[in-house]
């Protein structure tokens, strides 16, 4: 079983840095205009993809809990798939967010 802490953790940073991109000022109008002419900016579709995250996380647990409770609808191969789709889906927001860490580390240390 995967420890929560950790879990709990990588997703709390990936929603501290959802809302810092959510609430970064663009540097000029020509910026703005750019991100907004599209149906969603990188910072909405970061939310969502966290907020679908932790759905998925919550969900997991919903159904374990009920295995272990004895429902008769959850079956036992049902939550071990539904929780490793949610340990792949971890996985994948994990190293989405290590490329952005590595790329924003590299924006901030080039020189105007």
Aim: glycine fraction near 4%; charge should be neutral.
């Amino acid at each position: 079983m995967i420890p929560v802490n950790p879990l709990a953790s990588a997703l709390h940073q990936m929603q501290a840095m959802a809302s810092q991109a959510a609430n970064a000022e663009p540097p000029d109008s020509s910026t703005a205009a750019s991100a907004s002419a599209g149906p969603t900016n990188f910072a909405q579709a970061l939310q969502q993809s966290i907020k679908d995250l932790n759905d998925r996380q919550a969900q997991v647990g919903g159904e374990a809990q009920a295995f272990e409770l004895g429902a008769r609808n959850v079956s036992l191969h049902a939550v071990a798939i539904d929780g490793a789709k949610a340990n792949i889906q971890l996985q994948y927001a994990l190293q989405i967010r290590n490329k952005l860490v590595s790329a924003y580390t590299d924006i901030m240390k080039t020189s105007l």
